[in-house]
Nanobody, 123 residues
């Protein structure tokens, strides 16, 4: 499966962005999806994940209550709505697909990755 992210950009603290990730190549609903991020000099970290139907989601504590993950299987797309953004949210955000329908917070459980989209939050 191929993944392509979009929607990143520069935003002021307190602002919002909506990231999108469109998949192609395989049956989208066969995959759980995740968002991860990587700041300069840091390890790639889990942000959010969603099961195949969208009924189960999981979030990192650092984004809980501010970010929302969702998916539209008719459009082969997963979204990350990021609200109340903080400068520490600045990172490259990656979309990932897992060849199972259940969610995971573990980076190594995801076999497919997009190229990433930059999110920069200014103070």
């Amino acid at each position: 499966v191929q993944l392509e992210e979009s929607g990143g950009g520069l935003v002021q603290a307190g602002g919002s962005l909506r990231l999108s990730c469109t998949a192609s190549g395989r049956t989208f609903s066969d995959y759980a999806m995740g968002w991860f991020r990587q700041a300069p000099g840091k390890e790639r970290e889990f942000v959010a994940s969603i099961g195949w139907s969208g009924g189960r989601t999981s979030y990192a504590d650092s984004v809980k209550g501010r970010f929302t993950i969702s998916r539209d299987n008719t459009k082969n797309t997963v979204y990350l709505q990021a609200n109340s953004l903080k400068p520490e949210d600045t990172a490259v955000y990656y979309c990932a697909a897992r060849s199972y329908r259940t969610t995971s917070n573990v980076k190594g459980d995801y076999a497919y990755w997009g190229q990433g989209t930059q999110v920069t939050v200014s103070s």
